[in-house]
């Protein structure tokens, strides 16, 4: 994520100050803090989806970016033919083998176990 907690605690006092400077005008002292509070939590958690959201923008501007100067292409041609660099290495499909020789282990009882248990629902 982009930036830290403390983005998020100032983002969250900010929104504390604000409150209770705006709450003091018309109401007592202990009812604008519960609110200004109350607003630091708000504040507090409403920062985490905007910092999420400020991080993947960035990111992909960054990565577009990143690519287009790799492959040594504009992001934007004006031709409107993309260019694209050819691949180093040939595809080459999944290999299951691995995960064939990996047999699970199963105690029988257990198994006994789990279907007397789904049988009986």
Same mark, same amino acid.
């Given at each position: 994520m982009w930036g830290t907690i403390w /983005?998020?605690?100032? %983002? &969250? *006092?900010? &929104? *504390?100050v604000m409150t209770l400077a705006t709450?003091?005008?018309?109401? %007592?002292w202990l009812v604008s803090l519960e609110r200004a509070f109350?607003? *630091?939590i708000l504040f507090f958690l409403a920062a985490f989806p905007?910092?999420? /959201?400020?991080?993947? $923008?960035? #990111?992909?501007?960054e990565a577009a970016a990143?690519?287009?100067?790799? #492959?040594g292409t504009d992001a934007s041609p004006?031709?409107?033919e993309q260019q694209t660099a050819p691949d180093d290495e040939p595809f080459m499909p999944l290999n299951t083998n691995q995960i064939d020789r990996i047999a699970p282990v199963q105690d029988p009882s257990v198994v006994a #176990? $789990? $279907?007397?248990?789904l049988t009986d629902e």
């Open positions: /983005l998020n605690t100032g %983002i &969250g *006092f900010l &929104g *504390f709450a003091l005008a018309g109401n %007592i109350t607003a *630091f905007l910092r999420w /959201l400020l991080a993947r $923008v960035m #990111d992909t501007s990143g690519k287009a100067a790799a #492959d004006e031709s409107g #176990d $789990v $279907v007397r248990r």
